[in-house]
């Protein structure tokens, strides 16, 4: 018996299913909102704040964990590694990298939520898909 299991299968194979989830998850910490359909949303929306969670740890465990579970892509702008602070362009006398989707993580998301409980992302929905009337979801970190 499968009591107690339920997981949002979207009808997909768990590879692709792992996939899309991972996809859906680093587009959200890229650009902090997405919108998809109501159903990737709820199945998007544990996995992104267990990622969360492990930010707020921030130690090199939780860090190597959750580049498992996101691309670690290059968002484009350079960050300051000892402050989180982020510049366009290079400054004199500051040790720069460039951001990525985990750094951003872990220096400016994990700081964010470090006094908070849970509940890192809200669901709205939005009206239904003009090709085949699907539920439509905009998903944000609040």
């Known amino acids: 018996m499968r009591h107690q299991t339920?997981?949002?299968?979207?009808?997909?194979a768990p590879?692709?299913?792992?996939?899309?989830?991972?996809?859906?998850?680093?587009?959200?910490?890229?650009?902090?909102?997405?919108?998809?359909?109501?159903?990737?949303?709820?199945a998007l929306q544990p996995y992104a704040e267990n990622l969360i969670t492990l930010a707020k740890k921030g130690d090199l465990n939780s860090r190597r964990l959750a580049g498992r579970y996101i691309f670690d892509k290059e968002i484009g702008k350079l960050i300051d590694t000892a402050t989180g602070e982020l510049y366009e362009e290079a400054q004199e006398g500051k040790k720069l990298a460039k951001q990525t989707v985990l750094r951003k993580l872990f220096s400016i998301l994990g700081a964010k939520y470090s006094s908070r409980q849970g509940g890192y992302t809200r669901i709205y929905r939005l009206p239904p898909r003009r090709g085949d009337a699907s539920e439509m979801a905009l998903i944000q970190l609040v």
């Open 15 to 42: 590879d692709q299913r792992k996939a899309l989830l991972r996809s859906l998850a680093t587009e959200l910490l890229t650009y902090d909102e997405i919108k998809t359909t109501m159903a990737r949303a709820k």
């Open 6 to 12: 339920k997981q949002h299968t979207l009808g997909k």
